[in-house]
C-alpha cells in the first residue's frame, strides 16, 4: 500500500545507507495534504533513521539531510527530491500516482489500505475483547454506549486485520446490588409491570429501595441477607434473580441490533461467584490472603502495606467482590480461549482496578497476565432528553431518530426513500458515533450518499479505464495525495486502538470531496474528463465506507 510507492524509495535508500529496505519503511511516510500549497508525497525523517543507526553523535540533522538527498536521484517513480527540516521530501510522478491510487483502491475494494506493507509479516493472534458490559436490571446507559462503540470498533478492526476476535458482553449480573433489587422487588415491585416495561421498572425499584434503605436501617440489612442468600444458591432467590436477568438481555439484544453490535459470549459475574472461591483458595495457599480486623482478605500488591496498594477480595462474610470475580473470569478465558492479547475498554475510572487486576494474576503465577490491557477512556457527561437528567439510550436513539426524520423530511430528496424509518436510524446512529468539533456523522452519510448518487445519476459503465493526465487539478491531487495516507492512518489506529485518527482522516475526506463536487464537475465536461473524475469519485466513496463500516456506521446510500 501507499501503493508501492514507500518501497520502492526504501530500495534507493537501502543502497545509499546500506540498510535492508524493511527498515527504512517506516520511517518514510505520506505527507498530510496541506490547504494552503502543495505538499510532496512522502517524506523521510532523517531524525528516525539516526535513531535506527548506531551512530550517536547525532551530527546536524539539516545537513545530513542534504547531504543524503544529494546522493538520491529521481527516476520513473519518484519526479522530484527537495529536503525541509530535517527532511528529505519526495514526490511521486503525477500521473503514475494517479493510475495507482485509483486502481488500486478499485481492485482492493474493502481491503484497501489493510494489505500495506506496514501490516506485513504481522501474526494471526487470537484476540478477545470485552466490551458494552452493562449492569442487569439498570436500563442500557449512556455511559455504556462509548464503551460499546469503541469496543465495537477496536473488535472490527482486528478483525479487518485477520485476527481471531472474541466479542464478549461481560454483564454486570451479580452483586451487592442485586440483594437491594431483590429486596425491592419484594416491597415494591409488580409484576405486571415487569412484564411489560421490564427495565423501566426494574430501575424505578432500584431508586426506590436505594432511598428507603438509606432511611431504614432495616432495609439495608435486608438487601443484605438477600445477596448472602443468592451467594449460597438459595433456589427463590436465584429464579427472582434468574428473571430479571432473562428480561434484561432480551432488551438489550435488541438495542445492539440497532446499533449494529453483536457478541460472541454473553458472560457475566455471576459465571464465576463459585470459581472466585476457587480464586480465594489459590491466594491463600500462595500466602497472599490476609485477614483484617474487620473480616475481610486483602491482598497487599506493594508487599510492604502500602494503603493505596491494598486490594480487597473478600467480603467479612464470605462473599465475593467485583476483582475476585474478574480474576476468575480471565482465568477461565484464559483456558477457553487461549488468547494472545485480551482488551478491556471501560471508562478511565477503573484504571486502578485493572492495574490491580493484572498485578495480582501476575504475582499468582500467570505471565500471560502482560497479554491483558485496558483501553480506558473519558467519562461520558450525562446526555439530557426531554425526559430528564438520567438518560436511556433507547430515548436518545428515539429523539436522534426523529430529529433526522423531521431534517429529511424538509429536504425534497427524501420522499424518494423506500425506507426513510432506517435512513434516518443509520444517519442517527452515525451522529451518535462521531461528534467532532463541529462535525458529525451527519456529514460523512450526506457525502456518502452524494457520491453514490453522481454514480447513479452518470452510471459506471466507462469506468474501466481512464486517461490520468485529465486528473491533474489540484483538488484532484489532494485527494489522492490523502488516499494514498489510509493505510498509515489504519496502522495508527491499529497501534494505540483509538477510532479518532480514522474519524478525523474521513472527515477531511468528506471535505475535499465537497471541494471536488463544486469544482470538478461532470455535467457538461468531455466524455474523457467525465470518466476520470467519476473514477476519482468512486475511489472516495469506497474508501469513506471502509472507513466507516470500521466505526460500526452503515453507510447510506440516499438521505
Not at 96 to 111: A, E, H, R, Y
Not at 158 to 172: D, M
Not at 422 to 451: C, K, M, N, P, W
Not at 459 to 467: A, E, K, V
Request: charged residues 25%.
Amino acid at each position: 500500500m501507499a501503493c508501492g510507492f514507500r518501497r520502492s524509495i526504501a530500495c534507493q535508500l537501502s543502497r545509499v545507507l546500506d540498510l535492508p529496505p524493511e527498515n527504512l519503511i517506516k520511517s518514510i511516510s505520506a505527507v498530510p495534504i496541506l490547504k494552503k500549497e502543495e505538499v510532496a508525497d512522502f517524506q523521510l525523517s532523517v531524525d528516525s533513521l539516526l535513531e535506527n543507526s548506531n551512530d550517536h553523535s547525532r551530527p546536524d540533522i539539516q545537513a545530513q539531510a542534504m547531504r543524503l538527498a544529494k546522493k538520491l536521484k529521481c527516476d520513473t517513480v519518484v519526479s522530484e527530491i527537495s529536503t525541509g527540516r530535517g527532511t528529505i521530501n519526495f514526490k511521486i510522478n503525477r500521473e503514475l500516482l494517479t493510475k495507482t491510487v485509483l486502481q488500486q483502491v478499485i481492485k482492493d475494494g474493502s481491503k484497501y489500505g489493510l494489505k500495506s506493507e506496514l501490516f506485513s509479516g504481522l501474526p494471526q493472534k487470537k484476540i478477545v475483547v470485552e466490551f458494552s458490559s452493562p449492569n442487569v436490571a439498570k436500563k442500557f446507559h449512556v455511559g455504556h454506549l462509548r464503551s460499546t462503540i469503541i469496543g465495537n470498533f477496536i473488535a472490527n478492526l482486528k478483525e479487518a486485520l485477520g485476527h481471531q476476535v472474541t466479542r464478549i458482553n461481560y454483564l454486570g449480573d451479580w452483586g451487592m446490588q442485586f440483594g437491594l433489587l431483590g429486596t425491592g422487588f419484594q416491597l415494591f415491585g409488580y409484576e405486571e409491570k415487569l412484564q411489560s416495561n421490564p427495565l423501566q421498572h426494574l430501575f424505578e425499584v432500584y431508586v426506590q429501595v436505594n432511598k428507603e434503605a438509606a432511611d431504614d436501617k432495616s432495609v439495608a440489612k435486608s438487601a443484605h441477607e438477600f445477596f448472602q442468600r443468592l451467594e449460597l444458591g438459595d433456589m427463590q432467590a436465584l429464579a427472582l434473580w434468574q428473571k430479571f436477568r432473562d428480561l434484561t438481555i432480551e432488551e438489550y439484544v435488541r438495542i445492539y441490533k440497532r446499533l449494529g453490535v453483536h457478541f460472541d459470549e454473553y458472560s457475566g459475574e455471576s459465571f464465576y461467584r463459585e470459581k472466585s472461591q476457587e480464586v480465594l483458595k489459590l491466594l491463600d495457599s500462595k500466602g497472599l490472603l490476609q485477614k483484617t480486623i474487620k473480616g475481610t482478605a486483602v491482598v497487599d500488591l506493594s508487599g510492604n502495606g502500602d494503603p493505596s496498594s491494598i486490594c480487597t477480595v473478600m467480603r467479612s462474610d464470605g462473599t465475593s467482590l467485583y476483582a475476585t470475580r474478574d480474576l476468575a473470569a480471565a482465568i477461565d478465558r484464559m483456558d477457553k480461549y487461549n488468547f494472545d492479547t485480551m482488551i478491556y475498554v471501560t471508562d478511565k475510572g477503573q484504571k486502578k482496578h485493572f492495574q490491580q487486576v493484572f498485578q495480582m494474576l501476575q504475582i499468582m503465577g500467570y505471565d500471560w497476565a502482560e497479554r491483558c490491557q485496558h483501553v480506558p477512556f473519558g467519562v461520558v457527561q450525562g446526555m439530557k432528553t426531554r425526559r430528564g437528567d438520567v438518560t436511556f439510550l433507547e430515548d436518545v436513539l428515539n429523539e436522534i431518530r426523529l430529529r433526522m426524520l423531521q431534517n429529511m423530511a424538509s429536504v425534497k430528496t427524501t420522499k424518494e426513500l423506500e425506507n426513510p424509518e432506517e435512513t434516518a436510524e443509520r444517519v442517527g446512529l452515525a451522529a451518535l458515533i462521531i461528534q467532532s468539533r463541529g462535525d458529525t456523522g451527519v456529514f460523512l452519510q450526506y457525502t456518502h450518499a452524494r457520491l453514490h448518487s453522481l454514480e447513479e445519476t452518470f452510471g459506471c459503465g466507462y469506468l474501466n479505464d481512464f486517461n490520468t493526465a485529465c486528473l491533474q487539478e489540484p483538488q484532484s491531487v489532494s485527494i489522492l495525495q490523502h488516499l494514498l495516507r489510509f493505510d498509515e492512518v489504519l496502522y495508527r489506529s491499529s497501534q494505540d486502538l483509538q477510532p479518532k485518527h480514522i474519524v478525523s482522516y474521513l472527515l477531511i475526506l468528506s471535505h475535499l470531496a465537497a471541494v471536488a463536487h463544486k469544482t470538478l464537475h461532470i455535467k457538461d465536461s468531455a466524455p474523457e474528463v467525465a470518466a476520470a473524475r467519476l473514477h476519482l469519485f468512486r475511489a472516495v466513496r469506497s474508501v469513506l465506507a471502509n472507513g466507516m463500516k470500521l466505526l460500526g456506521i452503515t453507510p447510506v446510500c440516499r438521505m
